[in-house]
Antibody, heavy 119, light 110 residues
């Protein structure tokens, strides 16, 4: 069974830091580009960042560039999102997803981990 | 304001065919493949259409995708009550160097 399981979310004060983790199983994690996608309460989907198969190429949405860092460890089938200088507007459910158009069937999403930035 | 434009809502009756549109630019839809996602209430998004018009395994053929120039569409035929969800288009944008999503279309089955 394919699974992506996120963890690390929680309540943090503005300006604080948090590290999200995502562990994949049941598929070839190392073969796929991986992304973080977030969804603010009651809002639509927003792509945050992605990383290539080897972990050598990364991309970020403008609003998080310089504050968030995406990384992966293929030996552990894991991906991470280090978030710093958090803002109230970063409050969202953060999904781990294998968005990769090189394959039609290997698009998997976790259930999300909630990050709340509030004083 | 999303880079990709979708109508906020759509509706149809059971058995009907509905179409959801997604308008973009040369730097995204005009250049790269469009994906469509279905998000049921309280759940993670699910891929319905990849590469403009290809269905992943297990997705019913009631769902179909098409693209022309800088616009794409998702069509749902034989509408069912369980199709009530929010539908998002998504595509890689070369100018932004990132994925962009439409604002989502909330489909109601009357």
């Amino acid at each position: 069974e394919v699974q992506l399981v996120e963890s690390g979310g929680g309540l943090v004060q503005p300006g604080g830091s948090l590290r999200l983790s995502c562990v994949g199983s049941g598929f070839m994690f190392s073969n796929l580009w991986m992304s973080w996608v977030r969804q603010a309460p009651g809002k639509g989907l927003e792509w945050v960042a992605n990383i290539n198969q080897e972990g050598t190429k990364t991309n970020y949405v403008d609003s998080v560039r310089g504050r968030f860092t995406i990384s992966r460890d293929n030996a552990k089938s894991s991906m991470y999102l280090q978030m710093s200088s958090l803002r109230v507007e970063d409050t969202a459910l953060y999904y781990c997803a294998s968005m990769d158009t090189s394959t039609v069937d290997d698009d998997y999403w976790g259930q999300g981990t909630l990050v709340t930035v509030s004083s | 304001q999303s880079v990709l434009t979708q109508s906020p809502s759509a509706s149809g009756t059971p058995g009907q065919r509905v179409s959801i549109s997604c308008s973009g630019r040369n730097s995204n839809i005009g250049t790269n493949y469009v994906s469509w996602y279905q998000q049921l209430p309280g759940t993670a998004p699910k891929l319905l259409i990849s590469r403009d018009n290809q269905r992943p395994s297990g997705v019913p053929d009631r769902f179909s995708g098409s693209k022309s120039a800088t616009s794409a569409s998702l069509a749902i035929s034989g509408l069912r009550s369980e199709d009530e969800a929010v539908y998002y288009c998504a595509v890689w944008d070369e100018s932004l160097t990132g994925w962009v999503f439409g604002g989502g279309t909330d489909l109601t089955v009357l």
